[in-house]
């Protein structure tokens, strides 16, 4: 059974940094696109990042620069690092294969 | 970056009527194009991907259409428990862009 299992949010003061998680199994990462999505409280979905199979990554505008994908082969999963994080980086956060998603974790900015 | 553009963006109708949602693309896409239902307090489900290919378990009253810049989501009979907000995206290239969300009510 294919499962995504995100960690790692929480309550983080602005400027601060976090880094998500995204534990999968009954697939391999590497060899899917994964994504993260997040959606902020009321809002529409927003697409954050992609890492492809190949490696390449790629970043909505809004974290360009501030956040970073990457994947762990050995563990199987899937991280965004978050850095200089904003009130407006608030949102639930889904990592996501095109045809399963997590469960998503919540990142609240704030002081 | 491509725009998707989604309308409306709610409609209400009554349980049994057809139902089609709309999006669009500002440059063609070919069919690398997905369509999700989220309902209230879910996680999005995806329905439809490669524009009309039916993702497995979705009941046969949703389908999709299109190709290039226009796409359409269809729900042949509206049933209580397809209410929820509807997410067309776009996965040709980066961004992986979504539309703006259709939010469908029972009127």
């Known amino acids: 059974e294919v499962q995504l299992v995100e960690s790692g949010g929480g309550l983080i003061q602005p400027g601060g940094s976090l880094r998500l998680s995204c534990a999968a199994s009954?697939?391999?990462?590497?060899?899917?696109?994964m994504s993260w999505v997040r959606q902020a409280p009321g809002k529409g979905l927003e697409w954050v990042s992609v890492?492809?199979?190949?490696?390449?990554?790629y970043y909505a505008d809004s974290v360009k620069g501030r956040f970073t994908i990457s994947r762990d082969n050995s563990k199987n999963t899937l991280y965004l690092q978050m850095n200089s994080l904003r009130a407006e980086d608030t949102a639930v956060y889904y990592c996501?294969?095109?045809?399963?998603w997590g469960q998503g974790t919540l990142v609240t900015v704030s002081s | 970056d491509i725009q998707m553009t989604q309308s409306p963006s709610s409609l209400s109708a009554s349980v049994g009527d057809r139902v089609t949602i709309t999006c669009r693309a500002s440059?063609?896409?070919?069919?690398?194009l997905a369509w999700y239902q989220q309902e209230p307090g879910k996680v999005p489900k995806l329905l439809i991907y490669?524009?009309?290919t039916l993702q497995s378990g979705v009941p046969s009253r949703f389908s999709g259409s299109g190709s290039g810049t226009d796409f359409t989501l269809t729900i042949s009979s509206l049933q209580p428990e397809d209410v929820a907000t509807y997410y067309c995206?776009?996965?040709?290239?980066?961004?992986?862009?979504f539309g703006q969300g259709t939010k469908v009510e029972i009127k």
């Open positions: 996501a294969r095109l045809e399963s």
């Open positions: 009954g697939f391999t990462v590497s060899s899917n696109y």
């Open positions: 890492i492809y199979s190949g490696g390449s990554t």
């Open positions: 440059q063609g896409i070919s069919n690398y």
């Open positions: 490669a524009a009309s």
């Open positions: 995206q776009k996965y040709n290239s980066a961004p992986w862009t």
